[in-house]
C-alpha cells in the first residue's frame, strides 16, 4: 500500500482512514482507465517505428499495468530505455528511469530503485521538465520515507509544491499537499501539518475532488487531537464520519468514532466518549480487527474508570491484555527484538566491511612495496631506498595490525551489544511476570467482588502505573534512583496484597543521595526484590520484612535487600522438590546481565549475596548487597 511505503511511522487507524477513501476514488479511475487501456496496446502494437512515439507510448503503457500487472513493466521499460538512447531522447530516458524506479520501489528493492531516481531527476533538471520532476520528487520521497529520513523526504514534497503553485486546482495539486502536511505530521510537527492539510482541504474544494475534502477534514481532526483542540477536532471528525456512513465506508465509521471517543475522553465528556467508543469497538469486533480492538478495549478502560465502573474497566483491562498477549507471541516478541537491532547490526557491518576493505589495500600496498625493494636494489640510492621501504613495510605492518585488531573489537562489541540487547529484554519479561499480573488482577477482581470500590480503583491504578513504568525503563539504558524508588514501591504494594498484610516493607534513601541525579542501570533491581519475595519470604510463617536501602559508599551507590525469609539453602531444597530443573532468574540471566554491563566499564557493578544466621547457625534471612559507580551511567 502506497500510504504504508510513504508513511510507515503513521498509526494503522490513519492509514484505515486515507486507505478507504483513496480505494474507492481508485476504483473509478481504474474502471475508467479499462477502457483507455486496450486502446494504447492496440497504438503499441500499431505502431512498430523506432520514434519518440513509440518511446511515450511504451511509457504510457507501464503507467496503465502499474495498477494491474506490474510483471509487465519490466519489459516494456527496457524497450523504452534503449530506444531513448538509441534516439538520444533525453526526456524519454528520464520517463524510462523514472518508471523503473518506481517498479523497484514497488517489489522492495530501494537499493536500486535509489540512483535510478536521482539520474532521472538531473535529467529533468537539465531540461526544465515539471511533470517529470514532480513524479521523480515523488519516488525519492517514498524512498526516504522508508528509509526513516524524514526530513529528506519533506524536502522532496515540498519541491513539488513550490513546481505547482500558481497552477489550477486539481485533485493531484491537493495530494502534494496532502503529503507534505503527513510527513510534517510524521516528524510531530503538528503546526505545520496544519498548514497544508488546509491548503489541501481548499484546493479539494476548489475542484470539487470529495473525497479529497474527506481526507484532509480526518486528517485535521487527528492533527487537533494532538495540538489538544479537542473541539476543533470534533467539528473535523464529525463532517469525516457524516461523509464515511453515507457512503457506507465501514472502517472510517470506525475510526472516526475512536477518535471522537479520544476527543471527548479528554474534554471530560464520558457518556458521549463511551458512546462512540462503543460504536467504534462493535465495528472492529465485527471486522477482527484486533490490533484496533485492542486499543478500543484499552480506551473502554480509561473511560470506565474515569465513571466509576470499576468492574467493566477491569473486563476491559483483561480483555486489553488477552488480545495484547496474542499479538504479541513470544516467536513475535523474537521479531520485534530482531528488528530493533537491525538498525546496529546493519551499522557494524558496514564498518567490519570498511575495515576489511582497508586491510586488503593496506596488505596489496605492502606487496607492491616489496616488489619495488627488488628493484631498486640495482639503482645507486640502494641503500638510501631500500632503509626507506623497509621503514615503510614496517610502518604497513602495524597499521594492517592495528586495523586487524579495530575488526575484532569490532565483531566483538556487535556480539556484546546483542546480548545485552537479548539481557534487556529478559529482565523486562521477568518484570511484567505473568504470575504476577495474574495475582495482581485476581487481587484486584475480589476487592470488586467484595464491593470495595475505592480500593479497586485505587490498586488498577496502581497497576496500570507500574504497568506504564516497566514500558518507560525498558526503554532506557538508566534511570534515577527516585523513577526506582517511585517503581519498587509500586510493585511492593501489589505484591502486599498476595501476602494478605503478613509483608512488611521499607525502601529507605539515604539523605545523602540525590534522588534525581543519581543514576542506576534500568531493569537491574527489581528481578533481586522479587527473588527475595519468591524464594525467601514466600514459604516463611509469620510476619514477612522486606528492606531496601539506597546508600553511598565512596564512589560508589549501594543498594541492599534484606530479609527475614528461610534463606537460600532451604529455598533450593523446596524448589528442588517441587522441580528438578527450577532455576531463579537472578542465578543466570541476572549475573549474565551484571557481565555485559561491567563491558564498558572501568569501574564495575558488583553483587554479593550473603546468607544471615544467628548465633546458633540457623538461617534468619538473606543480604543481598549492590554496588553500582555513581559517575557511570550519569551520563546516559
Known amino acids: 500500500m502506497y500510504f504504508q511505503d510513504q508513511f510507515p511511522e503513521m498509526s494503522s487507524r490513519t492509514i484505515c482512514v486515507v486507505f478507504v477513501f483513496l480505494a474507492c476514488f481508485q476504483i473509478q479511475k481504474l474502471m475508467a482507465q479499462d477502457i483507455e487501456l486496450d486502446s494504447i496496446k492496440a497504438a503499441v502494437e500499431n505502431h512498430t517505428h523506432e520514434d519518440t512515439i513509440r518511446v511515450n507510448l511504451l511509457i504510457e503503457l507501464t503507467r496503465y499495468h502499474a495498477s494491474r500487472d506490474i510483471s509487465e513493466i519490466p519489459p516494456l521499460v527496457l524497450e523504452a530505455l534503449e530506444l531513448s538512447r538509441k534516439l538520444n531522447y533525453a526526456r524519454g530516458i528520464g520517463q524510462a528511469l523514472n518508471v523503473q524506479s518506481k517498479h523497484y520501489i514497488v ?42 529520513a524524514f526530513e529528506k523526504s519533506l524536502t522532496m514534497h515540498l519541491r513539488n509544491v513550490d513546481l505547482v503553485k500558481g497552477s489550477p486546482a486539481t485533485s493531484e495539486k491537493a495530494g502534494m499537499y496532502f503529503y507534505v502536511a503527513k510527513t510534517f505530521e510524521s516528524l510531530n510537527d503538528f503546526s505545520e501539518a496544519e498548514i497544508y492539510y488546509q491548503e489541501a482541504l481548499s484546493i479539494s474544494q476548489a475542484c470539487g475532488f470529495h473525497t479529497g475534502v474527506a481526507i484532509a477534514e480526518g486528517s485535521l481532526g487527528g492533527v487537533y487531537n494532538n495540538l489538544g483542540r479537542y473541539q476543533d477536532a470534533i467539528s473535523y471528525l464529525n463532517k469525516t464520519l457524516k461523509y464515511s456512513e453515507q ?28 458512546y462512540y467508543i462503543d460504536r467504534s469497538t462493535v465495528i472492529y469486533r465485527e471486522l477482527k480487527h ?106 604497513l605492518k602495524q597499521q594492517k595490525a592495528i586495523t586487524d585488531m579495530e575488526l ?38 475480589e476487592y ?101 536501602k539506597f546508600s553511598v559508599e565512596g564512589r560508589s551507590l549501594l543498594c541492599e535487600i534484606i530479609d527475614n525469609g528461610i534463606g537460600r539453602k532451604a529455598s533450593e531444597a523446596i524448589n528442588h522438590s517441587r522441580n528438578s530443573v527450577h532455576h531463579s532468574y537472578a542465578t543466570g540471566a541476572i549475573k549474565e546481565r551484571i ?12 553483587e554479593v549475596t550473603n546468607d544471615l544466621v544467628d548465633a546458633q547457625g540457623v538461617p534468619i534471612g538473606t543480604h543481598v548487597m549492590i ?10
Open 290 to 395: 484486533y490490533r484496533m480492538l485492542k486499543d478500543c478495549y484499552y480506551m473502554q478502560v480509561q473511560i470506565m474508570e474515569k465513571l466509576g465502573a470499576y468492574p467493566e474497566a477491569l473486563d476491559y483491562l483483561m480483555q486489553h491484555m488477552k488480545l495484547k498477549d496474542s499479538l504479541f507471541s513470544e516467536n513475535k516478541v523474537k521479531v520485534i527484538e530482531e528488528l530493533q537491532t537491525k538498525y546496529e547490526t546493519e551499522k557494524k557491518e558496514a564498518e567490519i566491511a570498511a575495515l576489511s576493505q582497508e586491510a586488503k589495500i593496506q596488505d596489496f600496498q605492502l606487496k607492491k612495496q616489496k616488489y619495488g625493494l627488488f628493484g631498486l636494489g640495482f639503482m645507486i640510492l640502494l641503500t638510501i631506498g631500500s632503509g626507506f621501504l623497509i621503514y615503510r613495510q614496517r610502518q
Open 107 to 148: 517489489t522492495g528493492e530501494l537499493d536500486l530503485a535509489l540512483p535510478l531516481a536521482i539520474k532521472a531527476q538531473g535529467i529533468f533538471d537539465s531540461l526544465n521538465y515539471k511533470p517529470g520532476l514532480i513524479a521523480t520528487n515523488n519516488n525519492l520521497a517514498r524512498i526516504y520515507n522508508v528509509n526513516g
Open 448 to 548: 470488586i467482588m467484595l464491593n470495595e470500590k475505592k480500593l479497586a480503583g485505587k490498586y488498577l491504578g496502581k497497576f496500570a502505573d507500574l504497568m506504564r513504568t516497566y514500558l518507560n525503563h525498558s526503554q532506557r539504558k538508566s534511570v534515577s534512583v527516585q523513577d526506582e524508588v517511585d517503581a519498587l514501591k509500586l510493585y511492593l504494594e501489589l505484591e502486599k496484597l498476595r501476602f494478605e498484610d503478613t509483608l512488611n516493607y521499607e525502601v529507605f534513601v539515604d539523605p545523602e543521595i540525590d534522588p534525581e541525579d543519581s543514576k542506576l542501570p534500568a531493569l537491574l533491581i527489581q528481578p533481586f526484590v522479587e527473588n527475595a519475595l519468591k524464594h525467601g519470604l514466600l514459604h516463611q510463617h509469620g510476619q514477612r520484612i522486606l528492606q531496601v
Open 408 to 445: 575484532v573489537e569490532t565483531k566483538k562489541r556487535l556480539e556484546i551489544e546483542q546480548q545485552y540487547r537479548a539481557s534487556e529484554l529478559k529482565a523486562l519479561r521477568s518484570q511484567m511476570n505473568p504470575h504476577f499480573m495474574f495475582n495482581a488482577l485476581n487481587s484486584i477482581q
Open 595 to 606: 557481565d555485559l554491563i561491567n563491558y564498558a566499564l572501568i569501574e564495575q557493578v558488583t
Open 627 to 636: 554496588k553500582i559507580p555513581l559517575t557511570a551511567f550519569s551520563a546516559l
Open 247 to 274: 457512503y457506507g465506508h465501514t472502517t472510517n465509521i470506525a475510526a472516526s468514532c475512536y477518535s471522537l471517543s479520544d476527543s471527548y475522553l479528554k474534554l471530560g465528556k464520558y457518556e458521549d466518549a463511551r
